[in-house]
């Protein structure tokens, strides 16, 4: 198996640390890095990059955020740098970029 998608949450393969938990404005979230979407046992590298799922709603907040042409091998160092840089959002912020984003699935 690759190391980009050596580990599950969700639907989501990712590599090895590169999935985290925050709490943030009172809200669990996992933010992390696929390296492939599996749906159903159709494993999807094309759809790859930084995933932001609610740990209390159990919901997808948004996904597919930086992409590159296949997270097979793992995150890239551009995802990398994302991932600290929206983990380390603070709550303004990090609402703005969620509300924001094209992939966002609030109401």
């Known amino acids: 198996m690759s190391n ?3 580990n599950q949450i969700g639907n989501y393969l990712h ?3 590169a999935a985290r938990r925050y709490k943030i404005g009172g809200t669990n979230y996992v933010i992390g ?3 492939a979407y599996n749906a159903f046992g159709l494993i999807g590298p094309e759809h790859n990059g930084l995933f932001i799922l609610n740990d209390d709603d159990k ?3 948004l996904d597919r955020h930086c992409e590159i042409s296949s997270g097979y091998h793992g995150p890239s160092a551009e995802q990398w740098a994302e991932f600290k840089r929206v983990a380390n959002l603070p709550l ?3 609402r ?3 509300e924001n984003h094209p992939r966002y699935r609030g109401n």
Request: proline share 0%; aromatic share 12%; net charge negative.
């Open 4 to 6: 980009g998608i050596s």
């Open 15 to 17: 590599a090895d640390g």
């Open 33 to 35: 890095i696929a390296g």
């Open 59 to 61: 919901c997808v907040v």
């Open 92 to 94: 303004t912020a990090f």
């Open 96 to 98: 703005n970029f969620v």
